[in-house]
């Protein structure tokens, strides 16, 4: 009867440390992945930096004698983008796609920048825009790792918006709107790329372990786009004044 104890316990005690490690192993494995997706993320936002900076001392007057290079360079994005859950996963292509996708993204926003800086006289708007962004991105970022509410819900207006935003953003190439529509629209794109942070940042303790460049990809465009719409409002305001 003894033995049987003894052996029970002992069985109990094996089954508690196998336990522990696999709950350590899983955190292990989490903070890899974050590490990872952090890594990623700042990437793209320093070779989207250097896009940006290329596309504005380069290839300006590219961009200004054929305009339909801006459009190309944005179908490429997009094509990137779209297909990324497919090659984010494939190495070793996986790494430079994700590279020239976030130096495309720099060359896209080249124009909007320089249109901005030559407009207002100085980089002043764009630094004023770039701390904005940063508390705002933050702020959303923090609300959606550590709320406990499911944001799953979003999705679909999110998804929505999204599709909204892209439409009207084509409409507008081709038929300008008011200063005061532009703040409108600036406000809703600052809505749904806020909501966007907050629902990416809550999907990254659900993300599997090998999607940490998806997972990147989703939370740069995210602070990405959040940067344009705070851009358009800040000038649409200078505007307005």
Partial sequence: MKNYYINKNESYAKDIALEDQNILSSVRAANTFLAKVILFFGLAVFISA????VGFQ?????FLKNPA???ILFAIEMILVITSRAWSVK???NYPLFALFAFITGLTVAPLIAGIVLEFGGPS??????FATTLSFSAAAIFGWTTNR???GLRG??????IGILAVSIIGYFIPWSNTFEMIFSVFGIIVFGGYTMYDIQRLKSFPPDRYIDAAINIYLDIFNLF?????????????K
């Fill in 91 to 93: 190495r070793p292509i």
């Fill in 50 to 53: 250097v896009g940006t900076f």
């Fill in 69 to 71: 290079t801006i459009w």
């Fill in 125 to 130: 708007i764009v630094i004023k825009t770039f």
């Fill in 150 to 152: 499911n944001l799953s």
């Fill in 58 to 62: 380069y290839l300006a007057p590219l």
């Fill in 228 to 240: 344009l719409f705070i851009l358009r409002l800040v000038a649409g305001v200078e505007r307005g």
């Fill in 157 to 162: 207006f999110l998804w929505i918006s999204l």
